[in-house]
Nanobody, 119 residues
Framework: QVRLVESGGGLVQPGGSLRLSCAASGSISSINGMGWYRQAPGKQRELVAYILSDESSNYADSVKGRFTISRDNAKNTVYLQMSSLKPEDTAVYYC?????????????WGQGTQVTVSS
């Protein structure tokens, strides 16, 4: 069984920084893309950033220049460094990974971590 466990959310003031982590565990053969999505109250879930196994990445326009995604393949972990945070970044952030396990190849989701940007 594969699990994604996120950590690092919390309350931060505008202009502050946070670092999210997401670790994959279980019967993993390989991990393709890993990424972060977010969902604010009353809004649809949206892509924030995504990184492929070759380290190429893409970002939502709203976070370009402020957020950085990275991954540690040895630890099956993806990170999201968030800087210059704005109130509109407030949302539940979800980790997503495309994983080949002993049984199948599919997308997995984490449970979500709350990020609140407020003074």
């Amino acid at each position: 069984q594969v699990r994604l466990v996120e950590s690092g959310g919390g309350l931060v003031q505008p202009g502050g920084s946070l670092r999210l982590s997401c670790a994959a565990s279980g019967s993993i053969s390989s991990i393709n893309g890993m990424g972060w999505y977010r969902q604010a109250p009353g809004k649809q879930r949206e892509l924030v950033a995504y990184i492929l196994s070759d380290e190429s990445s893409n970002y939502a326009d709203s976070v370009k220049g402020r957020f950085t995604i990275s991954r540690d393949n040895a630890k099956n972990t993806v990170y999201l460094q968030m800087s210059s945070l704005k109130p509109e970044d407030t949302a539940v952030y979800y980790c997503n990974a495309n994983i080949r396990s002993d049984y199948d190849l599919r997308n997995y989701w984490g449970q979500g971590t709350q990020v609140t940007v407020s003074s």
